[in-house]
């Protein structure tokens, strides 16, 4: 922005405001995760003892909301009915977090789906991109754990954090053509 005001920028006048502008965003959204962060145990303890959302139609949503702003991305989405007591809006952060990343990685594909199996439920977030090493998969969900490039984040950190408050795990595996990140939780028992 200085090197505009000054008259000296490199290539055209409208890279560099973009370059300003993917900047600003990139960190509007650390400065959200950040504040979300810091009221996550609040929110986590003092929501709704009987909250229950469907993981189906939280999916399908998402789904939507994600593939608006990644067309070019081929969406597989795949639901059936199940109900996870759980906040809507804490597992929304959850799985927002990792399709962000799913979005950042994906080369073509992205696939959402979900099954049910006994007492839980099984929601898979997919993408086609490159493969994580063992030694970035084994601290992925840690806090301000870096990227491939080198950036710290807190979105996996936050997503499982508000997995296992609900009772559920989250994994992140290597699988043939992609990466895949499981959550699994427990279903509502008032709807078995």
Not at 21 to 38: D, F, P, T, V
Not at 124 to 150: M, V, W, Y
Not at 166 to 192: C, D, H, R, W
Request: glycine share 4%.
């Amino acid at each position: 922005a200085q090197a505009i005001l000054d008259g000296v920028y490199v290539n055209s006048l409208e890279h560099n405001a973009t370059v300003i502008e993917e900047e600003a965003r990139r960190l509007e959204n650390k400065i959200s995760k950040i504040l979300y962060y810091n009221t996550l145990d609040y929110s986590l303890s003092n929501n709704q003892a009987d909250a229950v959302t469907a993981a189906d139609e939280l999916l399908e949503d998402l789904a939507a909301r994600f593939s608006a702003l990644a067309p070019h991305l081929h969406w597989q989405v795949q639901t059936e009915p199940a109900q996870i007591a759980a906040d809507e809006e804490n597992l929304r952060v959850a799985l927002e977090n990792i399709l962000d990343n799913a979005l950042r990685y994906a080369r073509t594909t992205i696939s959402l789906h979900n099954n049910c199996q006994q007492d839980q439920v099984i929601i898979t977030i997919a993408n086609d991109g490159p493969p994580i090493t063992e030694a970035r998969r084994e601290r992925i969900f840690d806090q301000l754990s870096k990227d491939a490039s080198g950036n710290f984040g807190l979105g996996l950190f936050i997503s499982r954090k508000i997995i296992t408050h609900y009772g559920g795990e989250i994994t992140a595996e290597n699988m043939p053509g992609g990466v895949s990140f499981q959550v699994t939780l427990p279903l509502n028992k008032e709807m078995e």
